[in-house]
C-alpha cells in the first residue's frame, strides 16, 4: 500500500469517526430537546391544554400530549382507554401576530386532507355547526373523507385564555361521532 493510500484511510477513517461523533451529539440533543417541547406525559399535557383554555373534561377522557415551543401551544384530549376509540380534540393555540382564523382554519382542513388522502380517497365539506365556546356562537366546518372506515372532522377557531387565537379540531371515524359530546365538552370551555 502506497504512502498516499495510508494517509487517504487514516483522513477518511477521522472524517468518519468525527461524523459519527457529531451525528450521536445532535440525536443526544435533538432528543432532550424535543423532550422539553413535546410531552406525552398527561400532567404536563394537562398544564399545556390549562394554559390554552379551562374546561371540564368529559367522562372517560384524558390529556394524551401537549405541546409548549416558543409561540406554539397544543394539546389532545382523547379517550383515556383508546383514543381510536372516540372522539380527539385537538386544541392549538399561537402567540404569533397577524395570524387571520379562516387561514388557521384553512390550513387545519387542508392538513386533514392531505393525512386522509394519502390513502386514495377524497375529502369534502358535508356542512357547517354552530356550537358555543367561552359564551360565543362559533362556527365548526364539518368534513368527511371517502375512505372505509369514513374519518369526520370539525375545524373552527375561537379566543382562548390571554387573547390568543385557539385552532379546535374534532376528529372520529364517522360511526363513533358523537354531537352530544362535543357540544357538551365545548360548552364547558371557560
Request: with cysteine.
Amino acid at each position: 500500500m502506497s504512502r498516499n493510500t495510508k494517509i487517504a484511510l487514516i483522513v477518511v477513517g477521522a472524517l468518519v469517526v468525527i461524523c459519527l461523533g457529531v451525528c450521536g451529539i445532535g440525536w443526544f440533543m435533538l432528543n432532550r430537546v424535543s423532550q422539553q417541547f413535546l410531552s406525552p406525559d398527561p400532567q404536563a399535557a394537562k398544564r399545556v391544554a390549562s394554559e390554552i383554555v379551562d374546561y371540564t373534561l368529559p367522562d372517560g377522557y384524558s390529556e394524551l400530549m401537549g405541546v409548549d415551543f416558543l409561540v406554539y401551544k397544543m394539546a389532545v384530549i382523547a379517550p383515556t382507554q383508546r383514543a381510536s376509540d372516540g372522539m380527539v380534540f385537538m386544541l392549538m393555540q399561537t402567540g404569533a401576530g397577524g395570524m387571520d382564523q379562516a387561514e388557521m382554519e384553512r390550513q387545519m382542513q387542508q392538513a386533514f386532507q392531505q393525512q386522509f388522502n394519502r390513502s386514495g380517497g377524497t375529502t369534502h365539506v358535508v356542512g357547517q355547526e354552530r356550537v358555543n365556546i367561552r359564551g360565543r356562537e362559533t362556527t365548526l366546518t364539518i368534513a368527511e373523507n371517502d375512505t372505509s372506515p369514513p374519518m369526520r372532522q370539525a375545524v373552527g377557531t375561537f379566543e382562548g385564555k390571554n387573547g390568543g387565537m385557539v385552532v379546535l379540531m374534532v376528529m372520529a371515524n364517522a360511526d363513533d361521532w358523537n354531537d352530544e359530546l362535543m357540544r357538551e365538552f365545548l360548552g364547558s370551555f371557560r
